[in-house]
């Protein structure tokens, strides 16, 4: 059964329970998420556009300082950011998490947001390649083609995809400490490291990457 197969049994079985107690105005909701969840699943899952389930990233049209509430605060700020930054793009803003490196969060390893052997686009409907990652989950470089904008975006990482500078784990947004970022409009490392930290009292965008 398909994804608007199973959507659409739930729903029958929902009516179909409310019917037998005669009681459809004290029913629960069948959807707690909201009707727009409702629509957006029948919409989605059971369409047969596969670029629908491609893995897209964006860059954030707000900016932050270094002080982002660690890697959890800034997936929530790309969670967040996804409806006012790439609307146009599948998928729900919780499925969109920073590609920066922090506690708990290691390129390559552990709580890192990219799949292994993985493309990852930009644009929607029109979706074009901008990195394929390598077997142990790291963009490929060069890219395909440069990220969009000309903001630079907080990852904390090296030159090596090594955790380097992090503001404290981007909880600092003074002066006093340091965070690696990456640049747009480039398809070389420097698209994830570029060289030289910021201060963290800089404010930069994030870029984000559907999970």
Same mark, same amino acid.
């Given at each position: ?19 037998? #107690?005669? @009681? ?26 596969? $670029? ?7 860059? &954030?049209? !707000? #900016? ?7 890697? %959890? ?7 967040? *950011?996804? !409806?006012?930054?790439? %609307? ?21 390893? *552990? ?6 052997? &993985? ?8 979706? +074009?390649?901008?990195? =394929? =990652? ?11 083609? %440069?990220?969009?904008?000309?903001? %630079? ?11 380097? +500078? ?9 002066? @006093?400490? &340091?965070?690696?970022?990456? !640049? ?10 570029? =060289?030289? @930290? ?5 404010? $930069? *965008? ?6």
């Amino acid at each position: 059964m398909n994804g608007i197969g199973k959507t659409f049994a739930k729903l029958r079985l929902f009516i179909l329970a409310c019917a037998i #107690t005669s @009681a459809f105005t004290f029913c629960s909701k069948p959807f707690p998420e909201g009707e727009s969840y409702l629509l957006l699943s029948l919409l989605q899952s059971g369409s047969s556009n596969p $670029q629908l389930s491609y893995k897209y990233v964006f860059v &954030t049209s !707000s #900016t932050s300082l270094g002080s982002l509430g660690g890697v %959890a605060g800034a997936d929530s700020i790309c969670s967040t *950011a996804k !409806s006012a930054s790439a %609307a146009s793009l599948p998928g729900l803003g919780s499925e969109y998490n920073a590609l920066l490196v922090g506690t708990g969060r290691v390129a390559g390893g *552990a709580g890192w947001p990219l799949k292994s052997s &993985t493309t990852y686009y930009l644009n929607y409907p029109n979706p +074009s390649p901008v990195f =394929t =990652t390598t077997a142990g989950a790291l963009p490929g470089i060069p890219l395909a083609q %440069a990220l969009p904008g000309s903001t %630079a975006y907080w990852t904390g990482l090296s030159a090596t995809w090594t955790t380097g +500078s992090t503001c404290l784990n981007w909880t600092d947004g003074t002066f @006093a400490n &340091t965070g690696d970022y990456g !640049s747009p409009g480039v398809t070389s490392m420097n698209a994830f490291n570029n =060289t030289f @930290a910021n201060n963290c009292n800089t404010a $930069q *965008a994030l870029l984000c990457v559907r999970l």
